[in-house]
């Protein structure tokens, strides 16, 4: 059986869930990677295994995790990064908006997450992180997001339950908090927007993000965390 350690990170194929499986790669972890559209690896890869499908379905949620148990051995450390955000004002959301919302934000933690503790459970150790945002906790008149905080708020708010619930199952449980990073999801001419909600001044990188998650990999100590990686925004204005 493999003995190094096994990530498996949801949205993997491009921003911050591309830069999770090169800097956990870079730690030396087999990872397996998922998402809607991210290409199948080369098979010479051995390190990495990609799984295509929309993670809010609960077969491909199983699959995920049956891969890595498959190829792998084990699973140390889920990420979940997938997720979607839409900003606009509360009464403008759709039905379309809302159900996508709760069945990405929600539904594709909820199914992965449940197969990944069962196992690490058994195997008496492992580590979830949730990818959240600030504005869960910190919300701002520039950036109406009631739908992102609804669904990602649930995210965040069932890291300290879950920490607590199988601390003593050597399972630990934390969040990353992200401010406003340079991702694919947000066009250049908002960056100078985006960067004055800061108190920094500038926005957030992807490796921002990464190096989050990887310090809270490597702190065995710390579980029910929130890790704000957010410019000063939860700080105050």
Known sequence: METRKVV???GGSQGIGAGLVEGYRKLGY???ANSRSIATAEQADTDLVTVAGDVSDPEVAERVIATAIERFGRVDTLVNNAGIFIAMPFTEYTQED???AIRVNVGGFFHITQKAIAHMARRG???VVNVTTSLVENADSNVPSALASLTKGGTASVVKSLAIEYASRGVRVNAVSPGIIKTPLHAPETFDTYAALHPVGR???IDDIVRGVLYLEQ???VT??????DGGQSAGH
């Open 8 to 10: 498996v990170i949801t």
């Open 30 to 32: 087999a990872v397996v």
């Open 98 to 100: 809302y159900d996508n």
């Open 125 to 127: 150790s492992g580590h």
């Open 203 to 205: 926005m957030g990188e």
């Open 219 to 221: 702190a065995p100590f």
């Open 224 to 229: 029910g965390e929130f890790l704000h990686v």
